[in-house]
T-cell receptor, first 110, second 113 residues
Framework: GQQVMQIPQYQHVQEGEDFTTYCNSSTTLSNIQWYKQRPGGHPVFLIQLVKSGEVKKQKRLTFQFGEAKKNSSLHITATQTTDVGTYFCAGGSNDYKLSFGAGTTVTVRA | DGGITQSPKYLFRKEGQNVTLSCEQNLNHDAMYWYRQDPGQGLRLIYYSQIVNDFQKGDIAEGYSVSREKKESFPLTVTSAQKNPTAFYLC????????????FGPGTRLTVL
């Protein structure tokens, strides 16, 4: 079945620095979604990418979908304490299911 | 307020007992999902339902059962056959199209003693 790998598992960032988390699928995806889960909370949808090579921005967050639609990345610039949490990518297929990566847990040093 | 509710937030059970986790949504979504979350493993799909009276097994369905008698409700039963039931369980729903986002409930943390 479809597998989605996400790295790194943990990211410790100095406040103000940038970082990137990467997501790779074993199969071609129809779409990819990103979610954020704050400590003690539940996943909340951030964004969806559908087109090959698509790039979307949300303030300091930049999301990319690879040309082959098998990989994606999330880049955060000027990290803030509000960015703390776990970021999940989720690959979509045509069967209404999402395959979630293991997540990147981000901690921020002030 | 529209949303997904899960109850209870924390649940304790003795080993060998079945337990049912509640999930209710008032978003008028057709599709509903149950995930299990363990540290470092992300979200793993247990069961999903695209329409009332129909559901499919996910990646880790063994030891679990579900029903979908109403559009709003998708309860999950953790049976005594589930070998490692202690986990955080998340329910989600979405519109039926595969391109729609999933909305998650607050989750139930189940501890089996």
């Amino acid at each position: 079945g479809q597998q989605v790998m996400q790295i790194p598992q943990y990211q410790h960032v100095q406040e103000g620095e940038d970082f990137t988390t990467y997501c790779n699928s074993s199969t071609t995806l129809s779409n990819i979604q990103w979610y954020k889960q704050r400590p003690g909370g539940h996943p909340v949808f951030l964004i969806q990418l559908v087109k090959s090579g698509e790039v979307k921005k949300q303030k300091r967050l930049t999301f990319q979908f690879g040309e082959a639609k098998k990989n994606s990345s999330l880049h955060i610039t000027a990290t803030q304490t509000t960015d703390v949490g776990t970021y999940f990518c989720a690959g979509g297929s045509n069967d209404y299911k999402l395959s979630f990566g293991a997540g990147t847990t981000v901690t921020v040093r002030a | 307020d529209g949303g997904i509710t899960q109850s209870p937030k924390y649940l304790f059970r003795k080993e060998g007992q079945n337990v049912t986790l509640s999930c209710e949504q008032n978003l008028n979504h057709d599709a509903m999902y149950w995930y299990r979350q363990d540290p470092g493993q992300g979200l793993r799909l247990i069961y999903y339902s695209q329409i009332v009276n129909d559901f499919q097994k996910g990646d880790i369905a063994e030891g679990y059962s579900v029903s979908r008698e109403k559009k709003e409700s998708f309860p999950l039963t953790v049976t005594s056959a589930q070998k490692n039931p202690t986990a955080f369980y998340l329910c989600a729903s979405k519109q039926r199209s595969s391109y729609n986002e999933q909305f998650f409930g607050p989750g139930t943390r189940l501890t089996v003693l």
